[in-house]
């Protein structure tokens, strides 16, 4: 997503952060807003790559700190048991360390969109390892246990740069 002109409104970009996301920092939070509007869900500003997987519920909504960018399911993401739900969730996870990017290959998901092959061979075993069991009022996975599960897989953890939300 690295860009030096913001790929919503074409401003140019200087501070180091808007190039690195492509997007100046008033584009950013329009679109996390609008991100929160169509999931659902609530995004916390947890960076993932320092902080792991963060959950919480406030009033009654989920909350965490990905953005829900993919589905396979049209229920929406949540934590706590072992639907569809929570497929969803861990495939949102694990689209942050196995992003679609040229060269990758992906499987198709709902909605004639795709995710990366190894996101989804992945995301079943994640949901059963942190989601499914996770309290329904929330959790938190860290990083590093995140790492070292995939690598309990026999996969390899891709050199990681930030997303941003
Ligand atoms: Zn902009």
């Not at 947890?46 to 960018?69: H, Q, S, T, W, Y």
């Not at 942190?130 to 891709?158: F, L, S």
């Amino acid at each position: 997503m690295r860009s030096n002109i913001c790929i919503k409104c074409h401003k140019p970009l200087s501070d180091p952060k808007s190039v690195e996301r492509g997007m100046g920092p008033v584009c950013a939070r329009r679109e996390s807003a609008k991100a929160e509007m169509e999931s659902g869900v609530i995004l916390l500003q947890d960076p993932f790559l320092k902080e792991g997987l963060v959950c919480k519920r406030i009033d009654g909504k989920l909350a965490c700190n990905i953005p829900i960018e993919i589905h396979h399911h049209a229920e929406g993401v949540e934590i706590g048991y072992s639907g569809s739900g929570p497929a969803d969730l861990a495939l949102n996870v694990l689209n942050m360390i196995f992003p679609v990017e040229p060269g990758v290959e992906t499987t198709p998901i709902f909605n004639g969109k795709v995710c990366s092959r190894m996101a989804w061979n992945l995301h079943q075993g994640f949901k059963w390892k942190y989601i499914a069991g996770m309290d329904e009022n929330g959790g938190r996975v860290t990083i590093e246990d995140i790492y070292q599960w995939i690598e309990e897989q026999g996969v390899k953890i891709p050199e990681m740069h930030e997303k941003s939300a």
